[in-house]
């Protein structure tokens, strides 16, 4: 009998998360209402709990989840509807959260649209101007000198509230993002960080080179606003850091913009790129080149296979380019920069402070 109430619990729960999926894929404003409203409270609630905790409550949560099952598939590997049945209550429960924390948000309305940019198409020019304006502004802020991991978590939150008074749609509550304590995991599959549905956390790898570190906390946090796109979570991720007061965060927004705008430029032009990369400062010609050693250490199997699960989870959730979804966010901080420069007269002012964006 229990067996059976296990079993309905879980169908039960797989058929509430296919209505709600069908809700957010088909019924126009739907899936917006909801990120910006009952997730919100979700992530504030939720959230607010699972940040008291100073470590990524999910990455122990797996642990101990693995273990738990190893030990009951063991104990009772002679009743197998026992497990079967525990197994679909737990499947179900974890897709119903997934679906509520992260799975709906995928069809909210992008935040291009809250922040008034219309992506088009850039001329050649454009894209040369952007790319000169990044490479000023890595050099400007390349100091040497990095944040512990305390003010990453403090000034990760601090970075977003400060794009939320520009963008709305980014202001309010965040929970503080956590360091992975086995970032080996996130490295082997080539993650920066990772967001949790489950918990309501943002986390990142810390391992990696340390100018990686806050654009990578800035994207997570986005997530936890309802915005789950790829690239425009990297374009928020950029926003959050270059209207940090940490030079570490500016240094770090505008060099990972460099490296997807100045990727772009390549493929236009290569001589243009070229002589860019070699105005770069020796610090980021060092950060950039630590970065690619680090990665090249991780490439293999499980990378790949990493790398393709995460293509096959970008497309189900609509995103149809997969990982290429990534490299739209040059658009995004074309169509930034262009507003900038038409407000000022110029390209973009940046102040000391760096709010002045």
């Given at each position: 009998m229990k067996n059976k109430r296990y079993f309905l619990a879980g169908a039960a729960l797989l058929a509430a998360t296919m209505v709600l999926q069908l809700l957010a894929r088909n019924v126009d404003g739907f899936a917006t209402w909801y990120a910006h409203g009952i997730y919100a409270g979700i992530q504030r609630v939720v959230g607010g709990i699972f940040g008291l905790f100073p470590f990524s409550v999910v990455e122990f949560g797996l642990y101990g989840l693995l273990i738990l099952a190893a030990v009951y598939g063991i104990r009772f590997w002679r009743e197998p509807l026992r497990v079967?049945?525990?197994?679909?209550?737990?499947?179900g429960g974890l897709l119903f959260l997934y679906t509520c924390n992260c799975g709906i948000n995928y069809y909210a309305m992008p935040f291009s649209q809250?922040?008034?940019?219309?992506?088009?198409?850039y001329s050649r020019e454009e894209l040369e101007a952007l790319c000169e304006y990044l490479v000023e502004q890595v050099n400007k802020t390349a100091t040497g000198e990095s944040c512990q991991p305390g003010v990453w978590r403090r000034e990760g939150v601090w970075a977003m509230q400060a794009a939320g008074e520009q963008f709305p749609s980014l202001a309010g509550f965040y929970p503080k993002p956590k360091e992975v304590t086995v970032s080996w995991i996130l490295s082997v599959q080539q993650l920066c960080g990772i967001y949790s549905p489950f918990t309501v956390e943002a986390n990142y790898n810390g391992d990696m080179p340390d100018y990686n570190i806050p654009h990578t906390i800035c994207h997570e946090l986005s997530h936890l606003k309802g915005f789950m796109r790829e690239d425009e979570a990297n374009f928020i991720g950029y926003l959050g850091c270059i209207f940090s007061k940490e030079q570490a965060f500016r240094y770090s927004g505008y060099l990972t913009g460099w490296v997807y705008a100045g990727n772009a430029l390549y493929k236009t032009d290569q001589e243009a790129y070229i002589v860019l990369a070699q105005q770069l400062c020796d610090q980021a010609q060092t950060d950039l080149a630590e970065n690619s050693a680090f990665w090249d250490k991780?490439?293999?199997?499980?990378?790949?296979?990493?790398?393709?699960?995460?293509?096959?989870?970008?497309?189900?959730?609509?995103?149809?380019?997969?990982?290429?979804?990534?490299?739209?966010?040059?658009?995004?901080?074309?169509?930034?920069?262009?507003?900038?420069?038409?407000?000022?007269g110029h390209q973009p002012q940046n102040t000391d402070s760096g709010a002045g964006q």
């Open positions: 079967l049945s525990r197994t679909m209550c737990l499947a809250y922040a008034g940019l219309q992506t088009g198409a991780y490439e293999g199997k499980v990378a790949e296979v990493s790398n393709q699960m995460n293509d096959v989870y970008l497309k189900v959730n609509s995103q149809e380019d997969g990982v290429k979804s990534y490299g739209r966010m040059v658009d995004l901080m074309l169509e930034y920069y262009q507003d900038e420069s038409r407000l000022w």
